[in-house]
Nanobody, 116 residues
Framework: QVQLVESGGGLAQPGGSLRLSCAAS????????MSWYRQAPGKERELVAV????????NYADSIKGRFTISRDNAKNTVYLQMNSLKPEDTAVYYC?????????WGQGTQVTVTS
């Protein structure tokens, strides 16, 4: 059974930090490109960050570049999103996604709220 379980969301103050984790099971994690997406209320889901299967290459949305870092630990079947210098506009539900050319899996999401 494929599972992607996000954790680490919660409440943060502007300028603060959170670290999201996405634990994967039920598929060969190290063959999958992993991504983080987010969806704010009333907005479309948007891509935040991507990391290739080996972790060598990453890519980021312009809105979070320099503040967020995606990483992965293939030994732990986990992908991370370190979020620093958080802003109120980062408030959203954050989802992880696993993708190959044949398959795509989504997690259930974790809420991140940035407010003073």
């Amino acid at each position: 059974q494929v599972q992607l379980v996000e954790s680490g969301g919660g409440l943060a103050q502007p300028g603060g930090s959170l670290r999201l984790s996405c634990a994967a099971s039920g598929f060969t994690f190290n063959r999958y490109t992993m991504s983080w997406y987010r969806q704010a209320p009333g907005k479309e889901r948007e891509l935040v960050a991507v990391i290739t299967s080996t972790g060598i290459s990453t890519n980021y949305a312009d809105s979070i570049k320099g503040r967020f870092t995606i990483s992965r630990d293939n030994a732990k079947n986990t992908v991370y999103l370190q979020m620093n210098s958080l802003k109120p506009e980062d408030t959203a539900v954050y989802y992880c996604k696993a993708r190959t050319t044949l398959n795509e899996y989504w997690g259930q999401g974790t809420q991140v709220t940035v407010t003073s």
